[in-house]
């Protein structure tokens, strides 16, 4: 069902997620100094200035000893989380032609694409992968490769957490974003599908699926992701809640090209246990209901053999 990943890919493996897990803490630290900074004179009087991203201006105080430290302390800081950023982009992009050469990665490019789309807008946080694409993360952390049959989809789904709503939506709105203009960013050929409002799919055929927990009292249904009316509406899926209360179990994980993302999912216990009630559905076409099986199984045989730590 599933065979070992060679040691020299092992090594890279290893060597590659911790630059990238570094380049994601450099690129945390050097969102902190977005903008700018600098002293503005009006008359006689004159002041230091931040700017952000977006050309606000927001008033720190009168030039004196106190606001000169500041300024000098956010330059300093500035060019140094950039430099450092500089490096560890480097790094990440030698990394990601090492990765590609020793065949590390087989996580289809369209996937890590759309991965980094979100984490770049800083939306990550708010989708966890649920179904087939999970066993990537898997396989990943155990170092093995799994049979190509039990990963065969064109679609990959995405549970949003409806419960931080609102700090999905500010985070949204700080981009001025919709989440289907998040998707074209990874691939501009990504557009909604008319019969399936929950789903986007590429020229290729690829489709990213967007699910949610059945609607509560407090949840607004239904619902579209932003004001855009070509934006995505998620739909409800059953047991939906199951993983959003269940821990989280994130990976880095590589593409067929080298490249990399850090995938949300969850844990493997619990896909366990869905994908046997899945199994279990008479509702459920025959040959999916094979695949949830062997896909139980699979995973079930990789926490009997301590590959994987739930």
């Known amino acids: 069902m599933f065979l070992p990943l060679p040691e020299s890919a092992v090594r890279q493996l ?12 450099a690129r945390e630290a050097a969102a902190k100094f977005s903008g700018g900074m600098y002293f503005k004179r009006e008359g006689h009087y004159e002041y230091l200035v931040k700017t952000t991203p977006d050309n606000r201006q927001n008033r720190l105080g009168a030039r004196n000893e106190a606001t000169e430290a500041t300024f000098q302390a956010f330059t300093e800081g500035k060019k140094k989380a950039e430099d450092r950023l500089r490096s560890l982009q480097q790094a990440v992009t030698e990394a990601a032609r090492l990765n590609k050469a020793l065949r590390v990665g087989r996580v289809p490019e369209v996937v890590v694409a759309v991965l980094n789309a979100f984490d770049q807008a800083g939306l990550s ?3 966890t992968v649920i179904g087939t694409h999970a066993l990537y993360a898997y396989e990943t952390a155990a ?7 039990a990963l065969a989809t064109q679609d990959v789904d995405l549970l ?10 500010s985070a949204l709105q700080q981009h001025d974003a919709s989440v289907l203009k998040v998707l ?11 019969e399936q409002k929950e789903s986007a799919i590429n020229d290729k055929g690829f489709m990213v699926d967007f699910l949610r927990r059945m609607a509560t009292d407090q949840d607004p ?18 047991r939906a809640e199951l993983f959003l209360r269940a821990p989280k179990f994130s990976q880095v994980v590589v593409s067929t090209s080298g490249r990399m993302a850090l995938m949300h999912t969850t844990s493997p216990r619990v896909f366990v246990d869905f ?9 459920r076409p025959a040959g999916k209901r094979r695949r949830d099986a062997r896909q139980a199984q699979l995973v079930q045989q990789l926490l009997d053999d301590a590959l994987l730590i739930a």
């Not at 170092?143 to 049959?149: A, K, R, T, Y």
């Not at 994908?275 to 509702?283: E, H, I, N, P, R």
């Open 14 to 25: 290893i060597d590659s997620q911790a630059v990238y897990l570094e380049f994601r803490r």
């Open 184 to 194: 074209r960013s990874a691939d501009a050929s990504f557009n909604r599908m008319d």
């Open 275 to 283: 994908k046997q009630w899945m199994a279990g559905l008479d509702s």
């Open 125 to 127: 946080e708010y989708f």
């Open 143 to 149: 170092n093995v490769l799994i049979q190509s049959g």
């Open 221 to 238: 249904h239904p619902f579209r992701f932003s004001a855009d009316e070509d934006d995505i509406w998620p739909v409800q899926a059953q």
């Open 160 to 169: 949003w957490d409806a419960r931080k709503m609102v700090q999905f939506n």
